[in-house]
């Protein structure tokens, strides 16, 4: 079994700052991408910001600048540093991870609950 636990989220004022950690347990034999979305309501899940396993990030455009990812392999365990807040980047924040269970398996995306994140005054 694999879980993701998402921590970090709250209430927040514009321009303030929040991180999020998530935290990746159980079987795990490599991870290849980890990841941080985010679904507003009545919005599609977007990508925020993805870091593989070599070290590259990929940010979308409305947070570069803004959003910093990154990961503490010994513990698993991802980030995201989100610096001058905005209204707009209310939404429930989900960490992803992209890995494999066992040395044979083939890459599956696992998901977390989800943790919200509300900017307003």
């Known amino acids: 079994q694999v879980q993701l636990v998402e921590s970090g989220g709250g209430l927040v004022q514009p321009g303030g700052s929040l991180r999020l950690s998530c935290a990746v347990s159980g079987r795990i034999f490599s991870i290849n991408e980890m990841g941080w979305y985010r679904q507003a309501p009545g919005k599609q899940r977007e990508l925020v910001a993805a870091?593989?396993?070599?070290?590259?990030?990929n940010y979308v455009d409305s947070v570069k600048g803004r959003f910093t990812i990154s990961r503490d392999s010994t513990k698993n365990t991802v980030y995201l540093q989100m610096n001058s807040l905005k209204p707009e980047d209310t939404a429930v924040y989900y960490c992803?991870?992209?890995?494999?269970?066992?040395?044979?398996?083939?890459?599956?995306?696992?998901w977390g609950q989800g943790t919200q994140v509300t900017v307003s005054s």
């Open positions: 870091l593989t396993s070599g070290g590259s990030t």
């Open positions: 992803n991870a992209e890995l494999r269970a066992r040395s044979f398996s083939i890459p599956a995306d696992y």
